[in-house]
């Protein structure tokens, strides 16, 4: 059984800064590129980041570039989103998902998803 867990989200100000993980089993992680999408009250989902298998690849949406940063360990079978400059619009569900297509930027690329986690920025 493939399981995709998120870490807690939470709260955070304007500016401020949360790394989320993703901790995957059931799956060879080692041959899945992992992705970050996002969801907002009444909107689609939306890509965020996607890493490579290797993790010496990663693609961004525009709007993320230079202030969020996707990792992986695949000794410890886990991807991580550094968030740094946090704005309201990033208010979302955030989700992690596994494709075998690096880059993908569609949901329907992505095989496995995770239960999905609360972030809210707010002051």
């Known amino acids: 059984q493939v399981q995709l867990v998120e870490s807690d989200g939470g709260l955070v100000q304007p500016g401020g800064s949360l790394t989320l993980s993703c901790a995957a089993s059931?799956?060879?992680?080692?041959?899945?590129?992992m992705g970050w999408f996002r969801q907002a009250p009444g909107k689609e989902r939306e890509f965020v980041a996607s890493i490579r298998w290797s993790g010496g690849n990663a693609q961004y949406v525009d709007h993320v570039k230079g202030r969020f940063t996707i990792s992986r360990d695949n000794t410890k079978n886990t991807v991580w989103l550094q968030m740094n400059s946090l704005k309201p619009e990033d208010t979302a569900i955030y989700y992690c998902?596994?494709?075998?297509?690096?880059?993908?930027?569609?949901?329907?690329?992505?095989?496995?998803w995770g239960q999905g986690t609360q972030v809210t920025v707010s002051s």
């Open positions: 998902a596994a494709s075998k297509i690096f880059g993908a930027s569609s949901p329907n690329s992505y095989e496995y």
């Open positions: 059931g799956l060879p992680f080692n041959i899945y590129a």
